[in-house]
Nanobody, 127 residues
């Protein structure tokens, strides 16, 4: 059984930084791709980026390029989402997830491809 737990969210001023963590269990963090998604009430859950041990980072949100990056800590079985120069439109609940079946090896920005999710962590960017 896969389990993912996000942490690190909070309130930050525009231009600030946050590092979100995704602790996984039930598999090794470098075995499968890990996607990061943001959910806001009016838009639903949307892909931000995905990390693969084989293909690197795939960005699904243009505004995240140059500001967000991902790192893995295989010893701790953690994936980190580093978010810099945050903007009010980055506000939302952030989820990490793992696709299902053979999709676990391929990055996707479609939340329907993901079977396992964490509980989410709230990020609020506001002055």
């Amino acid at each position: 059984q896969f389990k993912l737990v996000e942490s690190g969210g909070g309130l930050v001023q525009p231009g600030g930084s946050l590092r979100l963590s995704c602790l996984v269990s039930g598999f090794r963090v470098d075995d499968y791709v890990i996607g990061w998604f943001r959910q806001v009430p009016e838009k639903g859950r949307e892909g931000v980026l995905c990390t693969s041990s084989y293909d690197g980072i795939s960005y699904y949100e243009d505004s995240a390029k140059g500001r967000f990056t991902v790192a893995r800590d295989n010893a701790k079985n953690m994936v980190y989402l580093q978010m810099n120069n945050l903007k009010p439109e980055d506000t939302g609940v952030y989820y990490c997830g793992v696709p299902g079946g053979k999709g676990r090896y391929y990055c996707s920005g479609n939340p329907s491809d993901y079977d396992d999710w964490g509980q989410g962590t709230q990020v609020t960017v506001s002055s």
